[in-house]
């Protein structure tokens, strides 16, 4: 991946606000606010705090996040990535270790199930020691 179709906070950079940006995002640092990428995609690494409402293409989640996240495709929760928030997206990954405790709605065809009363799930999946 070139240098020109990724965008970096670093660990040692914090931002409030809404960024809104097209191609990748990698998130080291802290952010607040609202991140929004239609056609993007976000990476929360590993030391990467971000408390947001969340819209993107591609989510690749290895930190901490708070907040919402929808994801017109694919969430990846990686290895001890926090998920604190409700996630919508067409594919979701979870790996082992991973914290994850908000609504999820995951549907594959991106079309409106039959039952629409469905209570909410609250889910958390941790690592088995």
Request: proline content about 1%; glycine content about 10%; charged content about 30%.
């Amino acid at each position: 991946m070139s240098e020109n179709s990724m965008t970096n906070l670093t660990t040692d950079v914090e931002i409030k606000g809404t960024i809104k940006f097209e191609k990748v995002m990698n998130v080291d640092g802290k952010f607040e606010g609202e991140l929004i990428a239609d056609n993007g995609e976000l990476i929360v690494g590993k030391t990467g705090i971000v408390k947001a409402n969340i819209k993107v293409k591609n989510a690749t989640i290895e930190g901490r996040l708070d907040g919402n996240i929808e994801a017109a495709e694919k969430v990846e929760l990686k290895q001890n990535a926090q998920l604190l928030g409700d996630l919508q997206a067409k594919t979701l990954i979870i790996e082992e270790g991973v914290v994850f405790v908000g609504n999820c709605n995951v549907n594959p065809d991106g079309t409106k199930t039959e039952k629409q009363n469905v209570e909410n799930q609250n889910i958390k999946v941790i690592k088995n020691i």
